[in-house]
């Protein structure tokens, strides 16, 4: 059963920006996010970190109550040994989707020209 579905995208230009500024990066994204995506401040990289931004928006959406009180920094986006891309949860992130119910995290991810979607849905 479906618990939660959240949508989001994000425009690859401004995480180029963000690429140039390593504190915003450390205050939005997972250090094990940084170290696998990198920070060279290439397109495919800012694509990447789009990508992963609209999957931790998405996943407040899926929530039903958005990312109030939880540090992006608590949800890490990071891909499995085949490419699927995967979210693990830390601290309040974790427990805002334990009181879901949900049992299980589906997440879909895609950049194209300007811009990065993602989609998260909640299964209990």
């Keep these: 059963m479906i618990v939660g579905m959240g949508i989001d995208i994000v425009r690859i230009d401004r995480m180029k920006k963000w690429t140039l500024r390593p504190l915003l990066m450390e205050r939005y994204f997972h250090k094990k996010e940084i170290e696998n995506v990198g920070s060279k401040n290439t397109p495919v990289e800012a694509a990447r970190f789009a990508a992963r931004f609209a999957a931790k928006e998405a996943f407040g959406k899926a929530l039903g109550t958005g990312l109030m009180g939880i540090s992006l920094k608590e949800i890490q986006i990071e891909n499995n040994i085949n ?13 805002a989707f334990e009181k879901t119910g949900g ?6 991810l895609t950049h194209e ?7 998260v849905i909640i299964e209990k």
């Design 83 to 95: 490419g699927k891309p995967m979210i693990n949860l830390f601290g309040k992130a974790k427990d």
């Design 103 to 108: 049992t299980k995290i589906h997440i879909s």
């Design 113 to 119: 020209m300007d811009n990065a979607l993602a989609v």
